[in-house]
T-cell receptor, first 112, second 116 residues
Framework: EAQVTQNPRYLITVTGKKLTVTCSQNMNHEYMSWYRQDPGLGLRQIYYSMNVEVTDKGDVPEGYKVSRKEKRNFPLILESPSPNQTSLYFC???????????FGPGTRLLVL | KQEVTQIPAALSVPEGENLVLNCSFTDSAIYNLQWFRQDPGKGLTSLLLIQSSQREQTSGRLNASLDKSSGRSTLYIAASQPGDSATYLCAVPPNAGGTSYGKLTFGQGTILTVHP
């Protein structure tokens, strides 16, 4: 089944404790990205990657890092999480970025 | 900067009714528009992608139309069912050069409730 998977689905952590949210897709897509969804602010792009080893900032990249060492994986790293990063996070992928985008199930993060 | 607005913010209808969800965008120079569905606690499911050269796109009971010149898209749901209850989002990519073409700007969504 073609899909985008994310892990973990739910995470509670404390300020400053590094964490990684994994994202994997099995559709051989070149383009992958991360969004966060917040009440009243909607969905905003954090980072995107056009291909392996090619990443760039979206609208809200502060406090996040990403890497793209393999085509299928695009982890989101929070080096020192803060409470304002409490949010619902989505990973997405598409063939090149200009086609239908497929979203993962989301990761709900709470930073205390 | 592209802005996307969805009206209404919420809609409650009885089962079987046909309904229309609206999406408007400020920059009409888009190359596609995508409609998504989001269920509580779940991710976004792509419903339809309509290219800028298309006027309509259909999938089952769903029909999306696009009028670029007026900056509008509508999602028509025929014979609504309780299972259609969800938040519906429209999204457009930027009409800009560079590499940001995959970044979607989303509307705030329409929360649809279909009651039996």
């Amino acid at each position: 089944e073609a899909q985008v998977t994310q892990n973990p689905r739910y995470l509670i952590t404390v300020t400053g404790k590094k964490l990684t949210v994994t994202c994997s897709q099995n559709m051989n897509h070149e383009y992958m990205s991360w969004y966060r969804q917040d009440p009243g602010l909607g969905l905003r792009q954090i980072y995107y990657s056009m291909n392996v080893e090619v990443t760039d900032k979206g609208d809200v990249p502060e406090g996040y890092k990403v890497s793209r060492k393999e085509k299928r994986n695009f982890p989101l790293i929070l080096e020192s999480p803060s409470p304002n990063q409490t949010s619902l996070y989505f990973c997405a992928s598409s063939i090149s970025g200009r086609e239908t985008q497929y979203f993962g199930p989301g990761t709900r993060l709470l930073v205390l | 900067k592209q802005e996307v607005t969805q009206i209404p913010a919420a809609l409650s209808v009885p089962e079987g009714e046909n309904l229309v969800l609206n999406c408007s965008f400020t920059d009409s120079a888009i190359y596609n528009l995508q409609w998504f569905r989001q269920d509580p606690g779940k991710g976004l499911t792509s419903l339809l992608l309509i290219q800028s050269s298309q006027r309509e796109q259909t999938s089952g009971r769903l029909n999306a139309s696009l009028d670029k010149s007026s900056g509008r898209s509508t999602l028509y749901i025929a014979a609504s069912q309780p299972g259609d209850s969800a938040t519906y989002l429209c999204a457009v990519p930027p009409n800009a050069g560079g590499t940001s073409y995959g970044k979607l700007t989303f509307g705030q969504g329409t929360i649809l409730t279909v009651h039996p």
